[in-house]
C-alpha cells in the first residue's frame, strides 16, 4: 500500500504526533532539570550533615598543633563510612590531611586558601562548590564547615563527592524518558492515525462523490448520518448536487431548444470571438456558402469565408460595439441578396464577439419586384382598353352617334374592349382565389380523352382558320380523379396557346405518358417556340414574350399562371421544354 505523506489523514497524525512531542519535551526538560537539582539538593544535604558529624570528632587542639598523624588516622578512618573524600584544612589554607593522600603528600598539596568553598567557610558560612577536578577528569561537589574552637574559626572540614555517581543515575533517568516519549509517540502516531482515519473516511467519501459531482454524474449520494459538522457537510453537499442536477437539466433542454430553433431558423447564425474567430454556426450558413461546419468552426472568419464585405463588418461590430445592418449582393455561386445584422456580444462590459445573422431576401426582392411590376402591368392592362373605351364614347358624344355608317362599328370596338376588360378582371379574381387557397376542388372520376375530344371541337374554328393538324393520342379509357371544370380550363388554355402561337399548316399532338402513381399529359406543338431566357418566366403573371404579339392574339397575360396554380392545387406540376422556330 503507498502512503501519501501529504493526504490529510497524516498531517493530521503528524500534527497530533508534533504536539505530543512538544509536550512531551518540555515535560521531560523540566522535569530532567527539577530531578538533578533536587538530587543536587539531597546529595548536598547529606554531606552537610555527614560533615557536622565529622566535625564535632575532630580534636580542636590537633588541628591548632598541626597533629597530622592524629588527623590522618580520623579522616581515613571516617571517609569510607561516608564513601566522600575528607580534608581538614586550617584557617591559612594549609591541607593538614586528607583521606586520599598519606601525610606527606598532604604537607606537599597546594594552599587551599583561594578555594571558593574554603573562603566562604573561613567566613563562617557553608562552602558550597561543583568544579571540574583536572586530578581525576571528573565533575566534584565540595562542601565545607568551618571548625571553631569556641568562636574562634581554626580551620576547615570539606568533603568532597564526586558526581559520576548522580550522572549515571540522571543518564538512566533520561534514558527512560526517552523510551517513554519515543514509545508515546508511535502509540500516538498509530492510535492518531486510526482516529484520523475514522475523520479522514467520510471525507474521502465526499471527495469521490464531489468528482463525481464535477464530471456531471449526480447518481450517487454521500452517505454519512453522524450529527455533526461533516455530517451537515454531506447533507449540503447533496442538497446542492440535487439543485445543480435540476439547473443542468434546465440548462439542457433550454439548449435543446436553442439549438432546435438554431436549427430551423431560416437565417443564417455566425457567432465570432473577438479574435475573428468562428465559433459556431447553423445549418443555414452551411448551406448559404455551401461547406460544413467543420470547415467554417475554429477558423479565421476571412479565412473561412473569403468575403471582404462581411469581414469588415465584424471588424466594424468589434471595434465600436454597435450594432451594424446592411444589404449586401454575395455571389454563392450564384448571385443573391442578404440582410446582414451584426450585433455586438458583451461579456464584463467589455465586446468578446460577435453575432451575425444572414438572411436571404432575394425572394423578397424579386417578390417586391414581381409585385411592382404586378401593379404596372395591371394599370396597363385596365388603362389601354378603358383609353380606347373613353376615346371612342368622346367620339360619339362629339356628333359621331349620329353617323349611321361609324357608330355601330365604335360600339363594337367598345365591346370588344369591355369584354377583355371583364376576361382581366375575372382572371384576376380566379388567380386571386387560387393564391389565397380559397378554391375548393369538386374531384370525380371522368374520362380525359373524351374531355379532350371536347375542347378540340370547341376550338374547331381556330384550328381551320389556321389549317392546324391536331392528334388527340391519350388512351381511350383513359380516367382521371381531378376536378373536371378545372382540368378542363387548364387543357383550354394550353390548346388554345398552341394554336395561337402555332405556325399556317402547323401541328399539335397530345398524349400521355405514365409516372408511377401519376400520368404526364403532354401538349407538343410546331409552332414559333420560346427563348431560352423566357422559358423561366412564362408562368409569371403578366408575362410575355412577345407582348405586342400576345397583346393583339387577345391574351391577358395570366393564363398559363392560373395553370400553374391549378395544377399545383391538384398537387402536380407543370413544365414546359421549347426551342426556338421548332416548337413548344
Not at 380525359?448 to 371536347?454: F, G
Amino acid at each position: 500500500m503507498k502512503i501519501k505523506i501529504h493526504s490529510f489523514k497524516y498531517r493530521l497524525a503528524f500534527s497530533y504526533v508534533f504536539i505530543i512531542l512538544i509536550s512531551f519535551g518540555f515535560i521531560a526538560f523540566f522535569l530532567d532539570r527539577s530531578l538533578e537539582e533536587n538530587s543536587l539538593q539531597d546529595i548536598k544535604a547529606s554531606l552537610i550533615n555527614q560533615a557536622y558529624l565529622i566535625e564535632v570528632q575532630i580534636p580542636k587542639e590537633a588541628i591548632l598543633q598541626e597533629n597530622t598523624p592524629l588527623l590522618d588516622s580520623l579522616v581515613k578512618s571516617l571517609s569510607p563510612k561516608i564513601k566522600c573524600r575528607s580534608t581538614v584544612i586550617n584557617k591559612s589554607g594549609m591541607v593538614l590531611a586528607d583521606s586520599e593522600k598519606t601525610i606527606d603528600e598532604a604537607l606537599k598539596m597546594e594552599n587551599h586558601a583561594d578555594r571558593p568553598e574554603i573562603k566562604k567557610a573561613l567566613s563562617d558560612s557553608i562552602g558550597e562548590e561543583i568544579r571540574y577536578s583536572r586530578t581525576l577528569g571528573i565533575d566534584m561537589l565540595y562542601i565545607a564547615l568551618p571548625i571553631k574552637d569556641g568562636r574562634e574559626i581554626i580551620g576547615t572540614l570539606r568533603l568532597a563527592l564526586p558526581l559520576s555517581d548522580l550522572r549515571e543515575m540522571l543518564f538512566v533517568i533520561r534514558k527512560a524518558i526517552l523510551f517513554s516519549l519515543f514509545f508515546a509517540l508511535v502509540l500516538a502516531f498509530v492510535l492518531g492515525a486510526i482516529l484520523t482515519g475514522e475523520i479522514v473516511k467520510p471525507v474521502n467519501k465526499m471527495i469521490y462523490v464531489s468528482n463525481k459531482f464535477s464530471l456531471g454524474d449526480f447518481s450517487h449520494k454521500i452517505h454519512i448520518t453522524s450529527k455533526d459538522e461533516l455530517g451537515e457537510l454531506a447533507s449540503v453537499l447533496n442538497k446542492m448536487a440535487g439543485n445543480l442536477e435540476d439547473k443542468i437539466g434546465e440548462i439542457e433542454v433550454k439548449n435543446q431548444h436553442l439549438v432546435a430553433i438554431l436549427e430551423s431558423m431560416v437565417e443564417g447564425i455566425i457567432v465570432i470571438d473577438k479574435t475573428s474567430r468562428i465559433i459556431s454556426v447553423n445549418p443555414t450558413v452551411e448551406k448559404i456558402f455551401n461547406t460544413s461546419k467543420n470547415n467554417l468552426e475554429g477558423r479565421i472568419f476571412l479565412e473561412a469565408i473569403r468575403n471582404n464585405d462581411l469581414s469588415d463588418i465584424i471588424s466594424k461590430v468589434l471595434k465600436t460595439g454597435k450594432l451594424t445592418s446592411c444589404e449586401l449582393n454575395l455571389v454563392l455561386p450564384v448571385q443573391k441578396i442578404f440582410q446582414i445584422n451584426a450585433s455586438p456580444v458583451f461579456e464584463k462590459n467589455m465586446v468578446s464577439g460577435c453575432l451575425l445573422v444572414i438572411h436571404d431576401i432575394t425572394g423578397i426582392r424579386r417578390l417586391e419586384t414581381m409585385r411592382r411590376d404586378f401593379v404596372a402591368n395591371v394599370s396597363h392592362e385596365l388603362k389601354t382598353p378603358l383609353t380606347s373605351i373613353k376615346g371612342f364614347i368622346e367620339t360619339l358624344i362629339e356628333g359621331a352617334i349620329d353617323d349611321k355608317e361609324n357608330n355601330r362599328h365604335f360600339l363594337i370596338i367598345m365591346q370588344n374592349h369591355a369584354e377583355r376588360l371583364n376576361k382581366l378582371v375575372d382572371d384576376l379574381l380566379s388567380l386571386s382565389r387560387l393564391e389565397s387557397k380559397e378554391i375548393s376542388l369538386k374531384k370525380d372520376f371522368f374520362n380525359l380523352y373524351q374531355q379532350v375530344a371536347k375542347i378540340i371541337t370547341n376550338c374547331g374554328a381556330q384550328l381551320k382558320k389556321k389549317n392546324i393538324e391536331i392528334k388527340n393520342e391519350l388512351p381511350v379509357n383513359l380516367s382521371v380523379n381531378a376536378d373536371k371544370d378545372k382540368i378542363e380550363g387548364v387543357v383550354t388554355n394550353l390548346i388554345d396557346n398552341a394554336i395561337k402561337f402555332n405556325k399556317e399548316k402547323g401541328a399539335i399532338r397530345i398524349y400521355s405518358r405514365d409516372q408511377n402513381d401519376a400520368i404526364k399529359i403532354i401538349i407538343e406543338d410546331s409552332g414559333i417556340g420560346i427563348p431560352a431566357k423566357a422559358i423561366s418566366r412564362i408562368f409569371e403573371r403578366f408575362y410575355r414574350v412577345d407582348k405586342a404579339r400576345s397583346t393583339e392574339l387577345g391574351g391577358t397575360g395570366l393564363g398559363l399562371s392560373i395553370v400553374k396554380h391549378i395544377v399545383e392545387l391538384h398537387g402536380g406540376n407543370v413544365g414546359v421544354e421549347s426551342v426556338e422556330d421548332l416548337g413548344s
